[in-house]
């Protein structure tokens, strides 16, 4: 993985990105950066301020809150961006528990980057509508 | 006969480190490499230094290529020469710990400008290495990489022109130096910036220039007098530096393309992706689509020039489990700038940008430079030399009374932290046995995910704001809290608002450890 052609080709199949066309993902592929984290590594770190919005490429990585495992997260999903969306530090730990390779945009550019791409805001919405209904389920 | 066995017949010195095995084999002689082979030969740690160059100096004996750095050295600074709160000050001489050898650039400095000249920068350097005492064997050229099991343990093996070298650890210092271009149909009809010619034979010239970044301004500014016409195109807006407030984005030195462009003086700046080059009548012709519309345009240029960045030359390091991520193709690396993946291998100079601590506010380290990398080399080895050589590091008593300036004289004048915002911090540990103790400089990520006695870190941070202010870390348990200061205009974190703040954040932790 390196080029922005390869990382437009590997955002292209998921949901978040499934609305934009090839000239647009070639925009998105150069407006993040590739990161990559060893199996182990915290990615965000619970009550510290600063972090990014990431959407993870390939990998694993677990929502830890408290020191206790709230999630997995693997390849489409994506994360910090409550934090950034609120101004707040992240409120549960992120680690990698494979390899995890990710796009990531820092959070003074997350504001930007969802009003100039409305089509993947309204699927980041809808990811975060099934969390919020995941997380309150019907009784 | 060898080529060392000629050069002793020949009454010449015997070149040294001839292939063999050494406990560490340090591949290259830039800045990062000279930095970690003297720190090696400070804890008496054997090692060979291998480089396929003539001589000391790394990028630094081509490049920048219109041969002034974007790097200061402040001949006036207000701190002594030899001083360590002189390194802020200096971003081009190398660590030391004698006297004499520090701020050596200031020995090589035309007067003309506080950035050194490229031959300065090389001057500074080779005088490192020779005062240091530091030797490489030049011109062997490292080619190949395996691994192999031994009685005595695994080795890497380091295949090169001159033969084999088999080492425990190997460190790479080799710059991330090789041209990178991208694959658009065409691109053949177009140099790197590796590859460009002087600047008067561009006279007259159309020129296009791929890439938006300080490579390309950098040539932009240098041509403007010479060519007829400069476009650069890149998809993103180009961003300077001043409006970033950090290293990121075009540097303030090569703004003046921007002013050009703004009064329509025969300078375009675009945001539009390179769909292909073509040979036409009379030139070249460069198609491209815009980012803002997706609408397609094309102009005519004499030349084009892909100011498009470079990669790591880390030959088959891959093939042997090495990770790398990003268009740089970096390494992946731990904190301490080992691969992630291939435990042994470790990395200096500009390629420990790979491993890029927290980013907070996507602010990168200065790892890509040599203010930012020195440092790495330094911990790099102090970390082997501990975790590997059983070396012994100093970790000095500080009075329980004095911690909380101490804290904030290193948020005043370390540079480590200056040069490293939020990658670097000074560390004490407060173990209750034995009271506060200097942990010296660590890097922050080390600090939050390591595990270890109660500590307090201080860092220096920004926010991309313009502002510059220290945060305390506190580590007690498993728990780390973040305590940001307030910026202070004058970055002066030593009066009395600093010291009530530390005070009341240090009174919370032990009652050993007096506030005020």
């Not at chain 2, 050295?73 to 020469?81: C, F, G, I, N, V």
């Not at chain 2, 050898?101 to 300065?120: K, V």
Request: proline share 7%; glycine share 10%.
């Amino acid at each position: 993985m390196a080029t922005r052609e390869e990382i437009a080709d590997a955002i292209a199949g998921m949901a978040m990105f499934a609305d934009l066309a090839r000239p647009q993902l070639l925009g998105v592929a150069s407006q993040f950066e590739e990161a990559f984290f060893p199996k182990g590594a915290r990615i965000l770190r619970q009550g510290l301020t600063g972090s990014g919005f990431f959407v993870i490429l390939d990998g694993e990585a677990d929502v830890v809150a408290d020191g206790s495992k709230r999630a997995t997260l693997a390849r489409g999903d994506f994360f910090g961006e409550v934090s950034v969306l609120l101004g707040e530090p992240p409120i549960a730990d992120i680690v990698a528990t494979r390899p995890l390779r990710c796009i990531v945009l820092p959070g003074p550019g997350l504001e930007a980057f969802l009003v100039d791409h409305p089509r993947v805001t309204y699927r980041m919405l809808q990811a975060m509508a099934r969390r919020l209904r995941g997380a309150n389920p019907r009784r | 006969m060898t080529s060392d066995a000629r050069a002793a017949s020949d009454g010449a010195p015997a070149r040294p480190f001839p292939p063999g095995e050494y406990p560490v084999v340090v591949v290259g002689s830039g800045p990062g490499a000279l930095q970690v082979s003297y720190e090696l030969s400070r804890f008496g740690i054997e090692h060979a230094v291998i480089s396929a160059d003539a001589g000391p100096g790394g990028m630094f004996r081509k490049w920048p290529f219109f041969q002034r750095l974007l790097s200061w050295t402040k001949p006036y600074a207000p701190a002594e020469r030899t001083s360590r709160a002189f390194e802020r000050w200096d971003w081009n001489s190398l660590l030391a710990r004698e006297p004499e050898l520090r701020g050596l650039q200031l020995e090589f400095m035309d007067g003309t400008s506080d950035f050194p000249s490229r031959p300065d920068m090389e001057r500074n350097l080779t005088a490192f290495a020779e005062r240091a005492g530091i030797k490489v064997r030049y011109g062997c050229r490292w080619q190949a990489t395996r691994r192999e099991e031994t009685a005595a343990g695994d080795r890497f093996v380091l295949e090169t022109t001159e033969g084999e070298y088999r080492c425990r650890f190997a460190i790479f210092a080799v710059g991330v130096a090789e041209p990178y271009s991208p694959t658009v149909p065409g691109i053949e009809l177009a140099v790197h910036y590796a590859d460009t010619r002087a600047a008067e034979t561009y006279a007259g010239k159309r020129l296009f220039i791929i890439g938006k970044q300080n490579s390309g301004f950098e040539l932009a500014s240098g041509l403007l007098q010479w060519a007829s016409r400069i476009s650069l195109s890149s998809p993103s807006p180009a961003k300077t530096s001043i409006e970033t407030h950090t290293l990121v984005g075009v540097r303030a030195r090569y703004v003046q393309p921007f002013e050009d462009a703004a009064l329509g003086g025969g300078v375009d700046i675009l945001a539009a992706s390179l769909k292909g080059i073509s040979k036409v009548p009379g030139g070249l012709r460069v198609d491209l689509e815009r980012s803002d519309n997706a609408m397609p345009m094309s102009l005519e240029a004499d030349e084009v020039i892909s100011a498009t960045g470079f990669t790591c030359p880390l030959l088959d390091l891959p093939s042997i489990g090495v990770a790398t991520f990003g268009q740089s193709k970096l390494p992946a690396q731990t904190e301490y700038w080992e691969s992630a993946t291939v435990p042994g291998i470790y990395f200096a100079g500009t390629i420990t940008q790979g491993s890029s601590g927290l980013k907070k506010h996507g602010i990168p380290s200065n790892s890509g430079a040599v203010h930012g990398h020195r440092y790495n080399g330094r911990l790099l080895v102090a970390h082997l030399a501990e975790t590997a050589f059983d070396a012994v590091i100093e970790r000095p008593a500080i009075a329980a009374g004095d911690l909380r300036d101490h804290l904030l004289a290193e948020a005043t004048h370390a540079p480590e932290l200056w040069h490293q915002k939020a990658y670097l911090a000074s560390v004490v540990s407060l173990d209750g046995a034995t009271g506060p103790r200097n942990e010296g400089i660590q890097p922050l990520s080390r600090f939050l995910d390591g595990e270890g006695p109660d500590a307090v870190a201080m860092t220096l941070e920004a926010d991309g704001s313009g502002a510059i202010f220290p945060v305390l870390y506190v580590r007690r348990g498993n728990q780390t809290e973040e305590h940001p200061l307030e910026p202070d205009p004058l970055h002066d974190h030593e009066g009395p608002t600093y010291r009530r703040a530390v005070g009341q954040i240090l009174e919370r932790l032990s009652p050993s450890v007096p506030a005020a």
